[in-house]
């Protein structure tokens, strides 16, 4: 008979700081770090991991907090969602603390922490189109003491990864001192993974407006063009005000942009001359694509009117 209960890990290390959590991961090449377990341990019960070793990084309490560097926050990895939902920081950085206070249920929120959402990577991690909204960095702690910096949104986008024994330190966010908002949609009524959710942060020393959606896709998306084309609308010096109108056309250009028509058939432009056949009808959205745009355009248009307010 076979059983599918999950064989234990051999070794467990129990570090308290992150540079003694890299020796301990160099030392142990099979080891795999795990923080507040909400994912991992979700993989090992299902069968889908067997970490030879676990080096747990519940007890490195220099990741647990944050502290301010030149006008930027450095997050620990390890914070909690439910600390990151709290008032003070809030008052710091409203959308992450906004992402933090939907991800999951009570219990998922006061073991899960920013870097496991961050290097579990699901697309619909709540943290992730907050922090690809406001440009964020990731500090990398690596053997004998090396540090390096990468954009979140490379580490997202697999265009640099984790190095063995390496180790996601902080989190850099630039304190943008102005409104910022972060919306998401389940499809259900209490705690839930998004369907689709929506950050936009205003910069109004830079006149920017940047908004990221979430869940689409396998990474937060950006759309560009619109982020443009609302900040300049935007009375940066006056009220900050857009008109109604101005706040609807903005979300149906992001979900345009993020979940765009398909593309016509080859062949189908019309194009040819006399004789040719007409053009045919450009391929129609299926119904699921355009119920999650109309959601994406809804949370875009209500983020933008809530950040403006
Ligand atoms: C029932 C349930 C509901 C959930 N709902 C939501 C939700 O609504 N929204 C949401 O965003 N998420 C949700 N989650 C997912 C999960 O809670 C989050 O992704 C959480 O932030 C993961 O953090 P953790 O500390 O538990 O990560 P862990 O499970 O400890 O680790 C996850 C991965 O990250 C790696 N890791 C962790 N920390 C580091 C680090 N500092 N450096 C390098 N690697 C690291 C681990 O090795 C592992 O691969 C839910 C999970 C469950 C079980």
Redesign the pocket.
């Known amino acids: 008979m076979t059983t599918h209960a999950p064989r234990a890990a051999q070794t467990v290390t129990l570090p308290v700081s992150l540079d003694e959590a890299v020796a301990a991961l160099s030392a142990m090449p099979a080891a795999?770090?795990?923080?507040?377990?909400?994912?991992?341990?979700?993989?090992v019960n299902s069968g889908l991991l067997r970490p030879a070793a676990l080096v747990g990084?519940g007890r490195i309490s220099e990741?647990r907090g944050w502290q301010y560097l030149d006008g930027h926050a450095l997050l620990g990895?390890?914070l909690?969602?439910a600390r990151m939902g709290r008032p003070d920081f809030a008052a710091l950085i409203p959308a992450l603390a906004a992402?933090a206070r939907?991800?999951?249920?009570p219990?998922?929120?006061n073991?899960?922490?920013?870097?496991?959402?961050?290097?579990?990577a699901?697309p619909?991690?709540?943290?992730?189109p907050v922090l690809a909204a406001l440009e964020a960095t990731l500090i990398i702690a690596g053997p004998e003491g090396a540090r390096r910096e990468i954009p979140v949104s490379h580490l997202l986008a697999g265009i640099e990864m984790?190095r063995p024994g390496?180790?996601?330190?902080f989190v850099r966010v630039p304190l943008l001192h102005a409104p910022q908002t972060f919306l998401k949609a389940?499809g259900r009524t209490g705690?839930?993974?998004?369907i689709a959710s929506v950050a936009l942060v205003l910069d109004p020393a830079r006149r920017g407006v940047r908004c990221a959606v979430g869940a689409v896709a396998p990474m937060p998306l950006r759309p560009l063009e619109a982020e443009r084309w609302i900040a300049g609308l935007i009375d940066w010096d006056g009220d900050r005000s857009v008109a109604p109108e101005a706040c609807t056309a903005f979300g149906e250009y992001v979900a345009a942009a993020c979940i765009p028509d398909p593309a016509p058939a080859p062949g189908a432009s019309g194009e040819g001359g006399e004789g040719a056949e007409p053009a045919a009808e450009p391929p129609a959205l299926p119904p699921a694509a355009l119920h999650l745009r109309r959601t994406v355009a809804a949370l875009a248009r209500r983020a933008l009117g809530r950040a403006l307010a």
């Not at 390496?166 to 330190?169: F, K, M, Q, S």
Request: hydrophobic share 50%; aromatic share 0%; proline share 6%.
């Open positions: 795999v770090p795990v923080a507040g377990g909400t994912d991992l341990m979700a993989a990084l990741i990895a390890g909690t969602h992402a939907a991800a999951g249920p219990q998922i929120r073991a899960g922490t920013l870097g496991g959402n961050i290097v579990t699901a619909t991690g709540d943290a992730l984790l390496e180790l996601v330190g389940t705690p839930g993974r998004a």
